[in-house]
């Protein structure tokens, strides 16, 4: 299991309700674009790939996407240290980080910044798709994405 969605320690009476409604989610659960308890892309959208390859002009795009949409929280260079990360219910992880980069698949990333997160009434990570329209551009984030851990690994 992720640790990353566990609730901690501190909420384990909550553990029941936990339980239940994990139960609930295992058994065919929210649609897609509502279960924000686990972020958890339907198996078809897990295993959907990049149409498009890392070419310049692509990469470029994508960053300068990113650089508009997605840096406030998770910062100029991925690293979670954006100017809005600390306001929100959470803070942003490190998408550089190699472990988070290979737990992810491509499907997976643009499900999720499609779809977003909310926690109940919190906005945890903004969806995309209405923002953003263009599969295309969506897909060239993810490319531009994927390139923040071939930049840490040539440091
Ligand atoms: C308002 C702040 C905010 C913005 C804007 C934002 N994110 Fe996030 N993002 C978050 C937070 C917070 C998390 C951690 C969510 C969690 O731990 O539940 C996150 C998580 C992620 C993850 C990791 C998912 C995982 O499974 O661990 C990816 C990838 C990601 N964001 C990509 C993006 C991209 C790409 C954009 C721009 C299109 C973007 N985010 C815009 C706040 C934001």
Known sequence: MCGNWEPGTSRSS?????AAALAWVVMGGPAAGADDAQWKAP??????TNPLSPSPPALLKGRALFQRHCA?????KGKGDGPEARFGPKLPQDL????LQERITDGE????ITQGRRENADVVMPGFGREMPSDEDRWKVVLFFRSLKVEQAGR
């Open 14 to 18: 909550g553990g029941r309700a936990l």
């Open 43 to 48: 198996a078809e959208e897990r295993t959907r």
């Open 72 to 76: 406030s929280c998770h910062g100029a």
């Open 96 to 99: 550089t980080d190699s472990a």
């Open 109 to 112: 990333a643009f499900w999720k």
